[in-house]
């Protein structure tokens, strides 16, 4: 069972990213587990040329830190390997204007800029590339690319119609809906670091005081009692919810426990969870960006390793599609 997922580089992680989705990932990984930093992908968008390796290198940096272990899964960047970029050329010759128009976060991303790069329209036809170049059975993400998944799934279905069975139909898996965090300060919105005020989203690498602060001034709901209750009180269940994360515990034991020890003493207790929680993650991404060399062979050797699965896969797409050989 091959399972397939990507990040963008953005040389940070909050906590939503982490106990929605990276976490899962390290839950599911194995032999067959494949993740990617799209690089390519960020680059569909305005960005920094001077800051992107950075960022790029650090975010894989956060992905071991966070428990993705290159010996027991495939960790590599997209740009390491080209196949991705001529698979996406091949499936652009599949995919149609019609179905790309209707992609949302093309809308929403093109929305209010000076000028749209081609690249954030074609945008679901590399991801549609990463997926399929490795013959994935399963892809983790968030319910917000269920369009990309669907147009992945209808593109390689189309290909095999037209050219024979060449290409594995992809399914969407979904992490569970209790680890949707949310904004400390405003629990109606999920968790991002794009939000009004920084207050309200834990980023990995905060320090401890930090972490602190962003918990303790979290907003609460009215009531004493801690309780899960999205609808009445959404900010403890957010607590709730975070706690529940990051010690494994089941919600409905913590509420118990917490029920009436008064929203402070609660606040005070998810804080140093977070805390010691974060502390070897914090630790060991020390050590990885202390030494760029190790953290580079690492990302070899996955490039290593996506390359063996992804030549095969594309070598038949190319056969399929009436190339001739080279
Ligand atoms: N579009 C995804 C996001 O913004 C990132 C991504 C690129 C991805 N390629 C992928 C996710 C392939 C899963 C599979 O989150």
Not at 129 to 134: K, N, P, R, T
Not at 171 to 192: C, F, W, Y
Not at 214 to 228: C, L, N, P
Not at 258 to 274: E, L, P, R
Request: with cysteine; hydrophobic share 40%; charged share 20%.
């Amino acid at each position: 069972m091959r399972v397939f997922s990507g990040i963008q580089p953005s040389g940070e992680m909050h906590l939503g990213n982490y106990l929605g989705a990276v976490s899962n990932w390290v839950g599911m990984q194995h032999e067959d587990a494949v993740f990617c930093v799209v690089d390519l992908h960020a680059m569909s968008m305005p960005y920094d040329a001077a800051e992107l390796a950075d960022r790029t290198v650090r975010t894989a940096a956060l992905l071991i830190a966070a428990g993705l272990d290159p010996d027991r899964c495939t960790l590599f960047v997209q740009s390491h390997l080209p196949e991705h970029c001529e698979l996406s050329w091949i499936l652009q010759c599949t995919a149609t204007m019609g179905e790309l128009n209707r992609m949302t976060q093309f809308k929403d991303k093109g929305r209010g800029q000076e000028s749209v790069s081609t690249a954030l329209f074609t945008y679901p036809v590399l991801q549609a590339a990463d997926i399929l170049l490795y013959d994935t059975d399963q892809v983790p993400v968030g319910d917000d690319q269920r369009q990309h998944i669907e147009l992945t799934r209808d593109v390689a279905q189309r290909f095999n119609g037209r050219y024979g069975d060449t290409l594995v139909v992809p399914e969407h898996v979904i992490p569970p809906t209790g680890a949707r965090i949310m904004d400390l300060q405003n629990p109606q919105a999920k968790m991002s670091k794009s939000a009004d005020t920084s207050a309200g989203c834990v980023l990995l690498l905060d320090d401890a005081r930090t972490v602190t602060k962003k918990i303790k001034s979290a907003v609460t709901d009215s009531g004493r009692e801690v309780e899960h209750d999205l609808e009445a009180k959404p900010g403890i269940s957010n607590l709730l919810s975070i706690l529940s994360g990051v010690t494994g515990r089941p919600i409905a034991d913590l509420a118990a426990e917490y029920h009436t020890s008064g929203y402070g003493t609660f606040k005070s207790a998810v804080a140093d969870a977070v805390v010691e929680h974060l502390a070897p993650i914090q630790s060991r991404y020390a050590e990885l960006v202390g030494d760029p060399a190790q953290l580079r062979a690492l990302l070899a050797h996955g490039a290593d390793k996506a390359r063996a699965v992804a030549r095969p896969v594309l070598a038949r797409v190319k056969t399929a599609a009436g190339l001739l050989a080279g």
